[in-house]
């Protein structure tokens, strides 16, 4: 893997207000809408049945911990917080690791920069350069790291404070130090999406199994479709997946594309972001697959046009009894 270098935009960075304490929640949004900011973001949840050494860099995907189901939405959900309260992301660095680059394009777009800095353990000068570059000016950094960088280089955070898929919101104090400046917990970042948390265990429950990692989705006309929605549509952007809609789906004179934009919010809200937990059926023009969804477990059917197998002549979510059109 080829790793980039870092540039830091010292010259063109913008000071960033101090604030008058730490953030959280909507004030923290307000702070990050004017940019000058480091998103320190510890990678979404990950299945913890497996652990590689601290700092090392395992090639195989198998012989890393990766994101679990339940991180995999996390994801998801931070970038349907980003793009809500539009705040301007203007580089986002990652760790090497699986699940941090991933993080990161769930939540924000693929890595602009992929550095071993952001992985190393001890830490080191280089490290501690990335954390403290200043962004460029009106807009703010998106670092994916591990909790070690985030306990070292951020003086108020002690081990345990940030949890996966949890970030320390800090600014360039000088002399190659960081000011927290907030902080999200995964909690903030559900309740300011709008989305419910998953029902809880009782505390008296056992603890639940390890986590899967990521279905993957057949490699077929009718998975690369599902593929494509699943994408547009846990964006929560209208404008992609109305960019989905006219490139995606049959065109259909009884519902244009106004009329199934509004399918898609009202389905958005109900559902959130959807998450693969298994494949029940799959063939080259047809697929269906087990989701999970704020409000549930559902299946999506994804069916490919027999005349113009590069769109879908129809997807749904549902029960396993019953269509959602």
């Known amino acids: 893997m080829q790793l980039l270098a870092v540039i830091t935009f010292a010259a063109q960075a913008a000071v960033a207000p101090v604030p008058p304490a730490e953030l959280r929640g909507e004030a923290l949004?307000?702070?990050?809408?004017s940019?000058?900011?480091?998103?320190?973001?510890?990678?979404?949840?990950?299945?913890?049945?497996?652990?590689?050494?601290?700092?090392?860099?395992?090639?195989?995907?198998?012989?890393q911990r990766n994101l679990s189901a339940d991180g995999v939405r996390d994801a998801a959900l931070?970038?349907?917080?980003?793009?809500?309260?539009?705040?301007p992301i203007g580089e986002i660095?990652?760790?090497?690791?699986?699940?941090?680059r991933e993080t990161a394009e769930y939540a924000a777009g693929v890595p602009t920069v992929v550095t071993m800095a952001l992985r190393v353990f001890p830490s080191t000068d280089e490290q501690a350069a990335v954390v403290a570059a200043a962004p460029k000016a009106g807009t703010n950094r998106l670092l994916v790291t591990h909790h070690f960088v985030i306990e070292k280089h951020v003086p108020e955070i002690a081990p345990g404070d940030i949890g996966e898929s949890e970030a320390a919101i800090v600014r360039p104090a000088g002399d190659g130090r960081v000011a927290l400046v907030g902080r999200i917990t995964l909690g903030d970042w559900e309740q300011l999406a709008g989305v419910a948390?998953?029902?809880?265990?009782?505390?008296?429950?056992?603890?639940?199994?390890?986590q899967a990692t990521p279905v993957a989705i057949p490699d077929t006309r009718a998975g690369q479709l599902a593929r494509r929605y699943m994408d547009a549509f846990n964006s929560g952007d209208p404008a992609r997946m109305r960019q989905f809609i006219e490139s995606s789906l049959?065109?259909?004179?009884?519902?244009?594309?106004?009329?199934?934009?509004?399918?898609?919010?009202q389905s958005f809200e109900m559902f959130g972001p959807l998450v693969v937990t298994g494949v029940r059926s799959s063939s080259a023009d047809e697929i269906a697959l087990d989701v999970r969804a704020k409000g549930g477990d559902f299946v999506l059917t994804a069916k490919a046009s027999p005349e113009q197998p590069g769109r879908a002549a129809s997807i749904t979510i549902g029960t396993a009894g019953g269509g959602h059109p």
């Open 29 to 33: 949004m307000d702070a990050l809408r």
């Open 35 to 63: 940019g000058g900011y480091t998103i320190l973001l510890r990678h979404a949840r990950t299945d913890r049945s497996y652990q590689e050494a601290m700092g090392t860099v395992p090639a195989e995907r198998s012989a």
């Open 78 to 87: 931070m970038g349907v917080v980003l793009r809500k309260y539009h705040i």
């Open 93 to 100: 660095v990652s760790s090497p690791m699986f699940r941090a």
């Open 197 to 210: 948390p998953p029902h809880a265990q009782p505390a008296t429950a056992a603890a639940p199994a390890a």
């Open 250 to 265: 049959l065109p259909n004179p009884a519902r244009p594309t106004e009329a199934r934009l509004q399918t898609f919010q």
